[in-house]
Antibody
Framework: QVQLVESGGGVVQPGRSLRLSCAAS????????MHWVRQAPGKGLEWVAV????????YYADSVRGRLTISRDNSKNTLYLQMNSLRGEDTAVYYC?????????WGQGTTVTVSS | EIVLTQSPGTLSLSPGERATLSCRAS???????LVWYQQKPGQAPRLLIY???SRATGIPDRFSGSGSGTDFTLTISRLEPEDFAVYYC??????????FGQGTKVEIK
């Protein structure tokens, strides 16, 4: 079945780095754009970044541009989010999601907590 | 940057009642680019409506979307117990950019 599974979350100190992964299965990963969307505790959804199917184009929310980097390895059916210079406001559940204009498949999320 | 404002923040209704949720954009949005999601506690969001009015696969026909320009509506014709959740609208802009509204919680009255 179509599935996205995130991993890599955890507790990290401010200023440190973390890399999230999203493993895709059950569909042709290389044919789809992929997003990262986050949700701070008790808050709404915030779009973070998107990468097109072949990885050639990437777009970011202003709040993360320059600190977070989206990438993908189509040979491994995996999406990544490299998170550098982490701040308290990056604390959230991070979801990967499939699609371009809309997001039709979502993972279960991985939690990132930035705290000293 | 287009900002989406959802109203009301919370909707208190009983099962069987009709729910009408609003999503207003700060600038005109192509209807093709307006999307609705449902999120239950502890779960990932689920795609309900895309292109403003097209139901996603497996979504019951009690869910319907409408609207154009800056005003969009999600209607749940008769609330079932499983429909009590938070609903988000989302737009795709041509920059390109993506943005979510702040959500509407539909709670049991």
């Amino acid at each position: 079945q179509v599935q996205l599974v995130e991993s890599g979350g955890g507790v990290v100190q401010p200023g440190r780095s973390l890399r999230l992964s999203c493993a895709a299965s059950g569909f042709t990963f290389s044919s789809y754009a992929m997003h990262w969307v986050r949700q701070a505790p008790g808050k709404g959804l915030e779009w973070v970044a998107v990468i097109l199917d072949n990885g050639s184009n990437k777009y970011y929310a202003d709040s993360v541009r320059g600190r977070l980097t989206i990438s993908r390895d189509n040979s491994k059916n995996t999406l990544y989010l490299q998170m550098n210079s982490l701040r308290g406001e990056d604390t959230a559940v991070y979801y990967c999601a499939r699609g371009y204009r809309s997001m039709d498949v979502w993972g279960q999320g991985t939690t990132v907590t930035v705290s000293s | 940057e287009i900002v989406l404002t959802q109203s009301p923040g919370t909707l208190s209704l009983s099962p069987g009642e009709r729910a009408t949720l609003s999503c207003r954009a700060s600038q005109s949005v192509s209807g093709s680019y307006l999307v609705w999601y449902q999120q239950k506690p502890g779960q990932a969001p689920r795609l309900l409506i895309y292109g403003a009015s097209s139901r996603a696969t497996g979504i019951p026909d009690r869910f319907s979307g409408s609207g154009s320009g800056t005003d969009f509506t999600l209607t749940i014709s008769r609330l079932e117990p499983e429909d009590f959740a938070v609903y988000y609208c989302q737009q795709y802009g041509i920059s390109p950019t993506w943005a979510f509204g702040q959500g509407t919680k539909v709670e049991i009255k």
